[in-house]
């Protein structure tokens, strides 16, 4: 195989994920209600049942941490604390993996010992899983 036949580094859906990071940068800080639009508009247009576990994750995080902002980063729904992403909700069905995933930026106070987790496999959410997002959401923002 020539170098010119190399297959792409980045696919056309991680293509566009930096291509909405631009035009988020772009467009600057966004008041808490725009952030809020923008957020919602992201999750109803992913399929379920994506948008099902978003929204419940979105209401978790209001309840347990409203101090954080919603806004998008990389076209995904993500909560910042004074402009930083704390975390972030990636639909499985955007980059066609098996399940979504709840993550969280080195912003996280989720430190311990010499490694931990930063991001999690969501594939439904039950009550014990809606606990467990709280804890690492207030434990998330310190």
Known sequence: MKSREKAAVFSDDERAAMKEYIVEKRRGPRKSADGESDLMEKIAAMPQPDRGMA?????????????????????????????????????????KTRYATLGFSDQAKLDDGRMWPSAYAVTDLGPAEEKRIAALVKKAIG
């Open 55 to 95: 929204e419940k994750i979105h209401a978790i995080i209001q309840v347990t941490a409203p101090e954080l902002s919603p806004r998008t980063w990389y076209g995904m729904p993500a909560w910042a604390k004074d402009g930083n992403v704390v975390c972030f909700f990636q639909s499985g069905q955007k980059f």
